[in-house]
């Protein structure tokens, strides 16, 4: 799961601490902005890194039905758009917690 910022880390954060919510979406909606399928969709905040390019994006004006993934090394804005949420926040949370794999 993402940090909010590395800085709410402390002082001396983990070395795998490379991602985080505030800066990811920030840098999502200015890499998007001009974008011709359209920006980033507002409120869709990255939540879990699973790896390369891939996350887990979770929908913060949505609370059922949330959670959703995108590649964005590899995929157009136009798959994210079209891909359905496939679990609830709390639904992952708790996989998360219980040390499932999410997909």
Known sequence: MLPLT???LGD???AEAEFEL???YVRLV???ANNPEGG???GLVPTFYCGCTVFEF???RNPDESVVWFD???EKMSELRERKPVRSLEARLEAWLAGEQPW
């Open 6 to 8: 590395i800085a709410s």
């Open 40 to 42: 980033w969709p507002t």
């Open 30 to 32: 200015r890499r998007y």
């Open 12 to 14: 001396a954060p983990p």
């Open 58 to 60: 979770v929908d913060c």
């Open 72 to 74: 964005e090394g590899s």
């Open 22 to 24: 505030v800066g990811d």
